[in-house]
């Protein structure tokens, strides 16, 4: 009897990859997809990286495809911008093995900066994307993805959400099925994309694209189900939340395949029922598609376009009632509101207080830095995208010019620093710039859970690797001021930043202390407070430490969260902070 496991739905997606003989992943850590590479890397069958960036791990899972081996890339919805350069032209050239990328959209932006429907990608590129609903598709639908790369030459998006990729369900297990590498045939007028070939591999694209409509129309991953008269279109959670609210009181057109989307499938539905729902988070893709081919369908005027649906949602609107919850609210203990910080003992911490410290203008970037950005902290101006910090510190200068430069700086780590800072700094070097840049370096890609990167020495399965030096990138870019700083000395890195601010070339400070969270750091004792000394005068609260509370007459230390890191003993200008052996 097959054996059954319950999984998230990344994890079923590294399972399928695992039994679609799939032997390259390439990919880059960002929530909420990275478990999927996590978990592949644990099969010994499968070579799996981190790669810099998207585009780069993009790159890596073509590459391997047209050398003839099943390859995978996955990331963020944000992270498919950065990979959508190599995305739209391998939709020119094929693959000849099967290539899959997949993006994890972040309805409700749990851990994203928007909330992005990738649905678009798969349009404009011009290239099949398949939707899970749950765990058990997120494995067969990988299988399925790897068939229709190679039936019709052609990358295929496979689009999770948060709630799919981070949901668990069953899963039945399958065995491995390997597939021999498929010879690569040199083929420049199909590879090589200049000009003249690529006009010609457009043909190529829109001809696949009329055999996708055609295979949409009758694929098992499109699918009927029959119910009541109220018809009910939807892909991906939206199904699995319509069942739950709705369950036999609608049919429902269930869609695996949302890119191309079928009509006749569509019409052939709409006539069997009374009323036609399209139910789908983000924006009204297949709304319009409908509309579009004259079906009449409902969407976007009953739902919002903003965050997540959920099956009381759903049954409010369309049944006129709500789901009662299990336990009545009034029963349940109300909820403290606990916004994200900052871990107590984070090297990160002593610099923003520097930046509000001394009120500098801070040019902010992607990562758990972005929490300086929080009261009390309050230090951060900007947060646009990875690599930003450094650019747009570079545009705001230049728009602030010297007065500005002095009391700006950019911020960024180590794993975005390798990402996509080195062209930012650059950029600076290059046109004379004069800005300031801060790169933390906590020796790990911290906000996505520890993953390794360029810079800590190790690969994805835990190899010791060359370990790339940020001061050797910065020297070679051209920077001659690079200083390195311990973060928890706030005196020296004071003095360091005052320095480097005042001087009219640039400059990089590299803050270096690894993550507290890591195995290898090793926790000193918790400090304590001197009652008889504190006087309530409120500065260390404004480090932000979630271990420093407000006790009855004075400040308090949570002794089961302090790391005993010292910087509330640096703040304090009363000495009324001591370290355990002081008494």
């Not at 003095?495 to 005042?502: N, T």
Request: glycine share 8%; aromatic share 6%.
């Amino acid at each position: 009897m097959a054996e059954k496991k319950l999984m998230l739905g990344n994890e079923a997606v590294a399972r399928g990859l695992y039994e679609a003989g799939c032997r390259v992943v390439s990919s880059y850590p960002g929530t909420p997809s990275t478990e999927i590479t996590e978990y592949a890397a644990e099969y010994d069958e499968i070579y799996a990286e981190w790669a810099p960036n998207e585009k780069v791990a993009a790159e890596v899972a073509i590459g391997a495809a047209i050398g003839g081996v099943r390859s995978f890339c996955g990331m963020k919805h944000v992270g498919l911008n950065v990979a959508a350069d190599p995305l739209f032209t391998a939709a020119y050239t094929g693959v000849n093995a099967g290539f899959v990328l997949a993006v994890a959209d972040d309805p409700g932006m749990h851990s994203s900066q928007n909330e992005q429907d990738s649905r678009h990608y798969a349009i404009a590129a011009k290239v099949p994307m398949l939707e899970p609903s749950d765990s058990a598709e997120c494995r067969d639908f990988i299988a399925e993805a790897f068939e229709l790369s190679e039936k019709f030459d052609t990358p295929v998006l496979f689009r999770l959400t948060t709630r799919v990729a981070h949901s668990r369900s069953l899963v039945t297990l399958g065995n491995r099925v390997e597939k021999e590498p498929i010879p690569y045939v040199k083929n420049a007028p199909k590879y090589v994309m200049v000009p003249a070939n690529a006009r010609n591999r457009h043909v190529a694209v829109e001809e696949r694209m009329d055999a996708l409509r055609e295979f949409a129309e009758t694929t098992s991953l499109n699918r009927i189900e029959r119910g009541g008269r109220l018809g009910i279109i939807a892909s991906g959670i939206t199904y699995e939340y319509a069942k739950e609210a709705l369950g036999d009181k609608a049919s429902y057109l269930k869609l695996g395949l949302v890119n191309p989307l079928p009509v006749k499938k569509i019409k052939a539905f709409a006539k069997t029922v009374d009323r036609l729902v399209v139910l789908e988070e983000l924006d009204d893709v297949i709304e319009t598609h409908g509309l579009k081919h004259g079906i009449l369908v409902e969407g976007k005027s009953l739902f919002t376009l903003l965050g997540e649906y959920s099956a009381s949602m759903i049954a409010s609107v369309l049944l006129g009632t709500k789901a009662e919850p299990a336990v009545s609210p009034q029963a349940l203990p109300p909820v403290p509101v606990r916004p994200p910080v900052l871990c107590p003992g984070c090297p990160h911490r002593g610099i923003f207080h520097l930046f509000n410290k001394l009120k500098l203008r801070v040019s902010g970037d992607i990562g758990c830095y972005a929490l300086g950005a929080a009261a009390p902290l309050a230090a951060t101006d900007t947060i646009i995208c990875m690599g930003a910090s450094i650019s747009a510190l570079h545009g705001m200068n230049l728009a602030g010019g010297d007065e500005w430069a002095a009391n700006s700086v950019g911020v960024i780590g180590d794993s975005t620093f390798m990402h996509s800072g080195i062209t930012s700094l650059c950029d600076i070097v290059y046109n004379k710039g004069i800005s300031t840049v801060v790169i933390l370096d906590n020796r790990i890609t911290g906000m996505t859970g520890h993953q390794q990167n360029p810079v800590t020495g190790y690969t994805l399965k835990n190899e010791p690797t060359v370990e790339a030096s940020i001061e050797g990138i910065c020297a070679a870019l051209g920077i001659k001021r690079v200083t390195v700083v311990d973060p928890f000395d706030l005196k020296g890195t004071e003095r360091v930043l005052k320095e480097e601010l005042s001087v009219k070339e640039p400059s990089v400070i590299i803050a270096r202390r690894p993550c507290a969270l890591l195995k290898s750091v090793k926790m000193k004792a918790p400090v304590k407070i001197k009652t008889d000394i504190c006087k309530n005068c409120g500065l260390c609260k404004k480090i932000g430490c979630p271990a420093i509370r407000q006790g009855e007459r004075t400040v308090e230390i949570d002794t089961t969260l302090c790391g005993g890191c010292g910087l509330c003993l640096k703040v304090c200008h009363r000495s009324a902070i001591v370290e355990e052996q002081e008494g």
